[in-house]
């Protein structure tokens, strides 16, 4: 009868200890990075004004350039699971207020790829490529970049 107590008491202290480490999960750690390269120039880093939050049914990503007066925001779904999609996501970009290119009027190609995400701690990776018109130049244009957030 000792045995089996004890048995029984060594399996729920081996239990016990199991369930402490799965719910003692270390959130991941962000910077809030948002990176974007256009053709082969310099990556511009978005860092300076950073916002991401769940608005109106969707996950909102703002981010700013100072040195390069650029911006991107991204409209995404708040429930969106690690793939790769070729629609359902918004990316625009813009450089001292003029619009450069929109997913959803000027490129093509595109792909939004979700490494990670985390609904629980709100942690958000993945990378994009497209290709566009410049709105400005005309020009036809490559762009690819890169994300890693947390959002509210």
Do not use: W
Request: with cysteine; hydrophobic share 35%.
């Amino acid at each position: 009868m000792k045995k089996v107590l004890l048995l029984l008491l060594a399996v729920s202290l081996t239990m016990t200890s199991c369930k402490k480490e799965e719910t003692e999960e270390q959130p991941e750690a962000t910077e809030n990075t948002v990176k974007l390269q256009i053709d082969n120039n310099a990556e511009i880093d978005f860092k300076d004004s950073f916002s991401a939050m769940v608005l109106g049914g969707r996950l909102i990503i703002g981010a700013a350039d100072n040195a390069s007066g650029s911006d991107i925001q991204f409209s995404l779904d708040p429930s969106i699971a690690t793939g790769t999609y070729t629609t359902g996501f918004i990316i625009t970009h813009g450089v001292n207020g003029q619009a450069v290119f929109a997913t959803a009027i000027n490129a093509s190609g595109e792909s939004l790829t979700i490494t990670t995400h985390n609904t629980n701690s709100k942690h958000l990776k993945g990378n994009f490529t497209l290709n566009f018109t410049d709105n400005n130049t005309q020009a036809n244009r490559h762009a690819e970049g890169s994300f890693d957030i947390t959002y509210n």
